[in-house]
């Protein structure tokens, strides 16, 4: 098989892959925004094309526009401008049969870039295109979660959660011996395969530390809440208690506290909070929990160690060592559930270290901003993909969630998000100093 015959197989399997997920929708859906700081779902219809032809059509081979006023429309589109909320109505976007029409245009000139077009420039090594169908699963993963966020009577009917409760497991801390962590990627050996920040590979020294074997439960989560963890300033950073005052933050979003007791929203149901699951929260309450049990949050470092580290001294690939990453098996991600597994459903991706899921459930929390590497060089074709977000802002994710795509569980990989921002797909674990006793 050819680069070009590669590229259009796994391009093609992306767009079935998000084309999917919008047929969870129904169609009045498309015209709402079930997260401010996002666009309305009509947006990514045409942003997923946009981004695609954008890249490959007109920067890389330079075709002339088909539509400018689309293709800038559904350019760009990630946090809103120096803090301000998008203001657009419904009637301010054009009609969906139009923005489909343009989409399958877009997608055939890509397609015919690809098998016909020159291989120079930054299609040569297949580096444009592998980044665009990555950013295609990237949004999968968006769409996910917008759609968790809005009414149930805006989807289709879908599965109902197969896992509310889970194995017994034995909470316990995980001592971790100081030792050297690898990050990123080694640019002169892999210069094509990942985005800018995961570049250039360096070692960082990691003192010992002791971390929980499994992430925080919503049951774990649940003591903080009813132990008045949301009223109690001392745990709380000064713009976390700001946000919370302005939001009237009380619990994790998704939670409701009924009658009955507390409920929680599945993909495709409201269910009583499933006391197994990880709790998904803000990086904001995650650090204050922590802060709780008198620990504090892994830093990315430390998740390298601990996930990737091993007692004699060296570093697997992954988690588990070698073996290719196996959705449902090696943890909870690729698409092999639409609700989070109960905490201890994949030993299999246990670490060297005793370290459970790691990888999967829920992208992990680290207290680490979102930061260059040394050596950092913005990409050619998207410079600022990452540099927009060094703003001390934005905090580190390791790992991966459910939606998250296969390519993406490699070591290298660095998500990132703002403190307060509640919707990822999130998990957590508390770190203590030291050996322990």
Not at 46 to 68: K, M, Q, V
Not at 405 to 416: A, K, L, M, T
């Amino acid at each position: 098989m050819t680069v070009r015959q590669r590229l259009l197989e796994r391009l093609r399997a992306a767009r079935q892959r998000t084309d999917a997920l919008f047929e969870w929708l129904r169609p009045e859906a498309l015209l709402e925004r079930p997260i401010a700081e996002r666009h309305r779902l009509l947006f990514y219809v045409g942003h997923l094309e946009a981004f695609d032809w954008n890249l490959i059509s007109r920067d890389t081979l330079g075709r002339a526009p088909r539509n400018a006023h689309f293709e800038q429309l559904f350019a760009f589109g990630i946090d809103p401008v120096d803090g301000r909320l998008p203001t657009d109505a419904p009637e301010d976007w054009p009609p969906l049969a139009e923005v489909r029409a343009w989409a399958k245009q877009a997608r055939a000139d890509v397609d015919l870039s690809l098998e016909h077009g020159p291989m120079n420039g930054w299609l040569a090594e297949g580096w444009a295109a592998h980044l665009a169908i990555e950013h295609r699963l990237m949004h999968a993963e968006t769409l996910a979660y917008l759609f968790q966020r809005l009414p149930l009577d805006r989807l289709h009917p879908g599965p109902a959660p197969e896992h509310l409760t889970g194995p017994a497991v034995e909470p316990r801390l995980v001592t971790v011996p100081a030792g050297v962590a690898t990050l990123g990627l080694p640019r002169a050996r892999a210069p094509h395969l990942g985005w800018d920040n995961e570049y250039d590979e360096h070692r960082v020294e990691v003192p010992a530390f002791r971390v929980d074997r499994f992430p925080v439960s919503n049951g774990d989560f649940l003591a903080f809440v009813e132990a008045g963890g949301y009223q109690q300033r001392a745990l709380w950073s000064d713009e976390a208690w700001a946000w919370l005052q302005r939001e009237q933050v009380t619990h994790p979003r998704g939670w409701t506290k009924r009658a009955d007791g507390w409920w929680a929203r599945a993909m495709f149901a409201e269910v009583p909070l499933p006391m197994s699951w990880p709790a998904s929260v803000s990086h904001a309450a995650a650090s204050a929990y922590t802060t709780w049990k008198g620990a504090r949050l892994m830093t990315e470092a430390e998740w390298h160690r601990a996930a990737v580290g091993t007692p004699e001294g060296g570093e697997r690939s992954l988690p588990w060592g070698g073996h290719p990453p196996a959705p449902g098996v090696h943890g909870a991600f690729g698409f092999s559930s639409v609700d989070p597994r109960p905490v201890g459903s994949t030993p299999e991706g246990r670490s060297a270290f005793g370290v459970d899921e790691l990888v999967g459930n829920g992208w992990e929390w680290t207290s680490t901003p979102f930061a260059p590497f040394k050596g950092f060089e913005p990409l050619p074709f998207y410079k600022g993909y990452s540099a927009d977000f060094f703003d001390g802002q934005h905090f580190v994710m390791k790992g991966a969630s459910a939606f998250t795509d296969v390519s993406f569980v490699r070591r290298s990989f660095r998500n990132w998000f703002q403190p307060h921002y509640p919707h990822v797909f999130s998990k957590f674990r508390c770190v203590f100093e030291g050996k322990g006793p």
